[in-house]
DNA sequence: CAGATAACTATCAAGTTATTTCAATTTATG
DNA sequence: CATAAATTGAAATAACTTGATAGTTATCTG
């Protein structure tokens, strides 16, 4: 085995346990106890863990947002279709405004490497988009909202005042028959200034998140040009969304044969 | 075989396995181990391999900033005493404008979970101190610079019009007796305004910096307040320093004692 | 608090990998 | 075709990584 994968592995077990001793790692890994010592000492170094008698402990790398981590095995496969069909209609060249979440952190994956301009106000689409040759990247800058890591607030929405995009990918935490809510009062401030500069706005939301609303109201039905959810979504709720006027993309009917 | 192909199999072996040793590559393309150790550091020095002992692997596109890695572990050591004796003279409550860079980065690291409020372009630093609680983070936008993942351009510059702070830590890649210098035009001109928006201008910089100009001339000296460098500056540099008129704190004289 | 035990640090030897150097070969150039 | 330049492979030396050991320090237990 490679150094460096070793490594990997090393922080890997301590960050999945959340404490490991030497002995163990040791074991799990099979090389001496000098070795493991000294992979810690390098991830201390890193500020990745914290050496303590005996093992280590974890402490959060820093570029990880909670709130994000943990909803984020929630409903992935639905989200990764929903993202795959909203992706499947950005072409080379758009200027794109993604909102923080995890269903527009999918789409940004699917994004990756693509020749396309994208904007965004999250940190975590950034970090991920920051380094490739080919997507130019515009960051709103703003307050940190440091649950989630997104950009907010009067900084964020004078900036864009001077922007213009083909898509904007939005993403809400709840919709009902009177329209979108989410659950900051700036976080909806700056969204209605991400819909204002774009041509056409994209809804990401999955079946779970129909009929609950938020602390938030952030706009109505006639605002959204077009839904994409998945398709687990219930009749009943289909029909209701279909009343506001709303057009549907239903992901996972067609994007499945596309791969 | 031409060298120019066996080049591209070396890349695309490396690439498609993630990792390879020297080894594999040389029994599949049945070359010297010499030939495939030369062909890795071209790779390397373009930027689409990380070298190891013993192997290569590749480095995706978009994950990390290479040219923060690469210099990553250089001076290390130094770096991490000039940010201690940078950060050891924030007090807490302050407002802290950080430049992109990795003693910055190292200043920020010092700064996890202080009470302050932290401004920055870089996004490694905000990646940091996005999740802390304590540390409030306000973002600067703008056009990211993909091999550093820094905000620069009109937008950024615009942002800090209506930005004060108490200190700007400040990191550039070269000074002369001339003045300060930095790698790129833009940000040069966003560092202009980073400088104009703080009370006090504080320059980090380690001894290797020192009597290297770089492309864009940043500023004369007699804008920095106080030069933050670490103690292998030689006599002969420091007394050249000395006669900018440029007040210095000299690393590691007295913060060892302070741990 | 003392003794026992576990863990840490520093150091070393063995094995592996890098770097440097040089001669042979191939490729370019007049 | 002859010469210069570049590339390649091999060999020697240097540097690094790893596992083990001995002495020291920290933690636990009665």
Redesign the interface.
């Known amino acids: 085995m490679?150094?460096?994968?070793r490594r990997q592995r090393v922080l890997d077990l301590v960050s999945t346990k959340g404490f490991a001793t030497l002995a163990d790692l040791a074991l799990e890994i099979q090389v001496s106890e000098s070795t493991v010592r000294r992979d810690l000492e390098f991830w201390h170094q890193q500020?990745n863990l914290r050496r303590t008698h005996g093992g280590a402990i974890f402490v959060?790398d820093?570029?990880?947002?909670?709130a994000l981590e943990e909803r984020i095995d929630a409903q992935l496969e639905e989200k990764r279709a929903i993202a795959r069909a909203a992706v499947g209609r950005i072409c080379d060249g758009d200027t794109v405004l993604l909102d923080g979440g995890t269903t527009t952190l999918e789409a940004a994956r699917l994004l990756?490497?693509r020749s396309i301009q994208v904007v965004t106000n999250s940190?975590p689409i950034?970090?991920?988009?920051?380094?490739?040759?080919?997507?130019?990247?515009?960051?709103?800058?703003?307050?940190?909202y440091?649950k989630t890591?997104v950009?907010l607030g009067p900084?964020?929405v004078r900036?864009m005042q001077?922007l213009h995009v083909h898509q904007t990918l939005l993403s809400v935490s709840g919709l009902t028959e009177r329209g979108l809510f989410n659950s900051n009062l700036l976080l909806v401030e700056t969204e209605r200034a991400m819909m204002r500069c774009a041509d056409e706005v994209v809804l990401l939301a999955d079946h779970t998140k129909v009929g609950r609303p938020a602390l938030a109201f952030l706009c109505e039905w006639s605002e959204i040009d077009l839904l994409v959810i998945d398709r687990k979504l219930e009749d009943r709720k289909k029909s209701m969304l279909a009343q506001t006027g709303a057009r549907l993309l239903i992901a996972g009917d067609l994007e499945e044969f596309g791969r």
């Open positions: 490679i150094a460096e994968e500020g959060g820093g570029s990880s947002f909670p990756l490497g940190l950034a970090a991920l988009l920051a380094g490739s040759r080919e997507t130019d990247l515009v960051l709103l800058g703003g307050y940190i440091p890591g950009a900084f964020t900036m001077d």
